[in-house]
Every structure is written in structure tokens, then in C-alpha cells.
């Protein structure tokens, strides 16, 4: 087995990570990220999950080329006009219940997405060996997973270790979303004001 090279303290100094210089309430709750590695967006059903990885997505959009695979719901009504509400334009594409081996043709091809969206998790049928191979072979790329939840937490051994593993951590509860962060950031992001007020009454 060849052995990878180790890296001097020099060649550590100079690496320049490839990172997205978010602003206002973005950088607020999540920092500033990498270009790189995995995400986890969890929450029980009716919590503003979709709405908020499609606000994040319209967001990242402006950076980045951006890809929601909607495996759980495909293209649908309510997607249509949850897409269309958000407001998203340019650098967004759907992808309409991709199997994740699709997936991995279409980001090996040049000018392929750098963000990807997994929705959801479960729908996947990754292990998490599987997972781990997927992100392996596409360290340029970033994976945000959206997961169903158990309680407070992601739902399925798969899911609990692949949130060790995320950079960031974003539980979704009553409309706000909860970044934990490896890079700044940790404020409350309120994905839609008059749910998460009804909530919280």
C-alpha cells in the first residue's frame, strides 16, 4: 500500500483553503466555510428543514454551482413552489431523484456542481462506508446531507455518524435553525419569522 506524504510545517503554512467569504446572518450563524467535506441539516417533519436547505442552497448559489438532489420528493408540486418562493436563479439545478451512483457520473464530468444537496439521507441507502467513499472521492466538492430526526437527533446509525463527522451541524426546531460550526459563527438563523413565532408562543 502506498503511503501518503507527509506535509511539512511549511507546506501547511502556505496551504490556502478555497473558502466562501459569506456575509451578514449567513456568516453570523455559520462562519466562514471551507470549499470542502460535509454538512448535516436534521429536523422532524414540518420544521422549516426543506425551506431552510433552500434558502441555504439560493445563498450558496451566489457563490458556487449548486445541486439539490430531491431523492425523497423529486419534482412535485410542493417542491416546484417551495424552489419558486425562495427565489433561486442562477448557478441552481434539480436533479429529479437521482440514484447517488448518477450522481457520482455527473460529478466526475468538468464544470459539474461544487455543492450538492442530498435530500434525503435516508433515501440514499448509503452505508456509512459508502458515505465515506463518496466524500473521499470528491474532496473539492461540498455535501450537505438533509436528514430525517429521532428526537433531537438524526435518525439511523448512518446518520449519527456522518454528524460526527460534518463540519457543520445544523439542527432545524419550530422554523430556526441551530448551526454548530468548526468555522465561527453559532448564532440562531429564524428561517420563517411567523412559524417560529407560533412556535414559540
Known amino acids: 500500500m502506498r503511503i501518503k506524504r507527509a506535509l511539512t510545517v511549511n507546506e501547511i503554512r502556505n496551504f490556502k483553503p478555497v473558502e466562501l467569504e459569506f456575509e451578514g446572518k ?20 414540518a420544521n422549516g ?4 436547505a433552500l434558502q441555504l442552497a439560493k ?7 449548486v445541486a439539490y ?5 423529486g419534482l412535485s408540486k410542493s417542491m416546484k413552489e417551495a424552489i419558486l ?43 456509512y462506508a ?11 466538492k461540498l455535501f450537505i446531507f438533509i436528514s430525517h430526526a429521532e428526537g433531537n437527533e438524526p435518525r439511523g446509525n448512518v446518520a449519527r455518524s456522518i454528524k460526527y463527522d460534518a463540519f457543520v451541524k445544523i439542527p432545524v426546531i419550530g422554523y430556526a435553525a441551530y448551526p454548530q460550526s468548526r468555522y465561527g459563527g453559532g448564532e440562531k438563523y ?8 407560533k412556535f414559540n408562543v
Open 59 to 65: 445563498y450558496l448559489s451566489s457563490f458556487r454551482r
Open 85 to 127: 418562493d425562495t427565489g433561486i436563479g442562477k448557478n441552481f439545478v434539480l436533479l429529479d431523484k437521482e440514484p447517488i451512483e448518477q450522481l457520482k457520473v455527473r460529478l466526475r464530468k468538468r464544470k459539474s456542481p461544487d455543492i450538492i444537496f442530498i435530500d434525503s439521507l435516508q433515501y440514499t441507502g448509503l452505508t
Open 26 to 45: 449567513w456568516k453570523d450563524s455559520i462562519g466562514t466555510p471551507e470549499l470542502t467535506g460535509t454538512w448535516l441539516i436534521w429536523g422532524n417533519s
Open 190 to 197: 429564524v428561517i420563517w419569522q411567523w412559524g417560529y413565532d
Open 69 to 73: 438532489n430531491s431523492l425523497e420528493e
Open 49 to 52: 428543514k426543506t425551506r431552510f
Open 130 to 140: 459508502e458515505y465515506k467513499r463518496l466524500r473521499d472521492e470528491f474532496p473539492n
